[in-house]
């Protein structure tokens, strides 16, 4: 799946193989060019934060949001695992076995792809935050319209972590979830 078809699957409410951790991530990107904008326009003088600085600070969130358009397809692929390994035959005991194994690693892939999108967004969204008061003040709408879609986008992927759990049962993989969880979560 590409990025077109996954956009053309988040807006479709008649499809339910892209969900809230697709959206979530490309609410960070979002985010991203919002900021980076922001920074841009806080060349012409010092703001608080050097205009070389807020150049690198866009750069940066070029890049940030170029990984998590991938990371929009990463997170629907992810979902596309867990279903497959839902769809594995169960009517012997092997097969059952084979597909339980499956679905708890899908449940790691599941996992993954949104922790990954949540610790971009967090630098997304921390970002912001160092930018506020420092910065553009003509630009503090966009600014702070930025670093909210960032904060929406972590604790988006962080829930999208949480709803994967339940298949994983490797436990050094749930404590890694669970400490970037805690990690990651933005009150």
């Not at 490797?170 to 979560?185: H, P, R, S, V």
């Amino acid at each position: 799946m590409d990025f077109k078809d996954v956009l053309d699957l988040i807006l479709d409410t008649d499809d339910v193989t892209v969900g809230g951790g697709s959206a979530s991530a490309l609410s960070g990107a979002s985010a991203c060019g919002l900021i980076g904008m922001v920074c841009k326009l806080s060349t012409k003088k010092d703001f608080g934060i050097e205009p070389e600085k807020q150049l690198e600070y866009a750069k940066e969130l070029e890049e940030l949001r170029d990984k998590l358009l991938s990371g929009v397809v990463d997170d629907a692929n992810a979902y596309g695992v867990i279903r497959d390994a839902y769809k594995l035959p169960k009517e012997t005991e092997e097969e059952k076995e084979a597909r339980r194994q499956a679905i708890a690693n899908a449940g790691v892939v599941g996992a993954t792809a949104p922790m990954e999108n949540a610790k971009l967004c967090r630098r997304v969204y921390d970002i912001g935050i160092e930018l506020e008061g420092k910065s553009n003040p003509n630009c503090l709408s966009d600014l702070v319209i930025g670093y909210e879609l960032a904060k929406i986008a972590v604790n988006g992927c962080l829930m999208n972590i949480e709803a994967n759990l339940p298949l994983v049962k490797d436990e050094t993989k749930i404590q890694e979830f669970n400490n970037a969880i805690k990690g990651l979560k933005i009150d």
